[in-house]
């Protein structure tokens, strides 16, 4: 496997219940990203690991949401007690600590009715 | 904060037409810019970068140069094909965060 990975692709949910997410980024890179993308706009940064430690949060997510990198591979993100305004598509990137190329995902496309 | 203003689409053009899209910046530093393309039910795939003022990046006929004193990164290709048709997303990177702007859809006709 030489991409990233994302999973579910699709996750259908009713509002209120948790959903969590998660990503496998390519093998080698020690920096992991996580956009949330709605209809007709361009990605908006959510957070960012380097290895296990989680560097910055953006405002955008809020008490509900938490992003983990246990052991600086694969990330989970998790979102407590959804609202339909957390439909969107959640996109996974991981590049090379010193390099600002970052390679994307498939996504998640979350939706909660 | 850092922002990224693209041009509005859709944007509609006959094969081996011209093709500009336009994307300025805003960034506090010296950011990286870069575009990314995006095909009908595909993820964000990088398209070309530039790490500094002047440089052009360029891939699969597609060219854009870095201009600092614009603060611009437009896209431009000479001849576009119907295989060209996707969503085109500008995007700056500072240390270690993009911001992107909100796409442009191209629709290429033959």
């Known amino acids: 496997d030489t991409g990233v990975s994302q999973d579910p692709r699709h996750k259908i949910t009713k509002r209120g219940q948790n959903v969590t997410f998660r990503c496998d980024p390519i093998?080698?890179?020690?920096?992991l990203y996580w956009y949330r993308q709605t209809l007709g706009q361009g990605p908006e940064f959510l957070t960012y690991?380097?290895?296990?430690?989680?560097?910055?949060k953006s405002r955008l997510l809020s008490d509900r949401f938490s992003a983990e990198r246990p052991k600086g591979s694969f990330s989970t993100l998790e979102i407590q007690r959804t609202e339909q305004g957390d439909s969107a598509m959640y996109l996974c990137?991981?590049?090379?600590?010193?390099?600002?190329?970052?390679?994307f995902g498939p996504g998640t496309r979350l939706l909660v009715l | 904060g850092d922002s990224v203003t693209q041009m509005e689409g859709p944007v509609t053009l006959s094969e081996e037409a011209f093709l500009t899209i336009n994307c300025t910046y805003t960034?506090?530093?010296?950011?990286?810019l870069f575009w990314y393309v995006q095909y009908p039910g595909e993820g964000l795939q990088l398209l070309l970068k530039?790490?500094?003022?002047?440089d052009k990046g360029s891939n699969k006929g597609f060219e854009a140069t870095y201009r600092k004193e614009t603060t611009s990164f437009h896209l431009e290709k000479g001849s576009v094909q119907v295989s060209d048709s996707a969503v085109y997303f500008c995007a700056l990177s500072l240390a270690g965060k993009s911001t992107f702007g909100d796409g442009t859809t191209l629709t290429v006709k033959p």
């Open positions: 960034a506090t530093g010296y950011p990286s």
């Open positions: 530039a790490t500094k003022a002047d």
């Open positions: 990137a991981s590049s090379l600590e010193l390099a600002e190329t970052q390679y």
């Open positions: 093998s080698e890179h020690n920096r």
């Open positions: 690991f380097q290895n296990e430690a989680q560097l910055e």
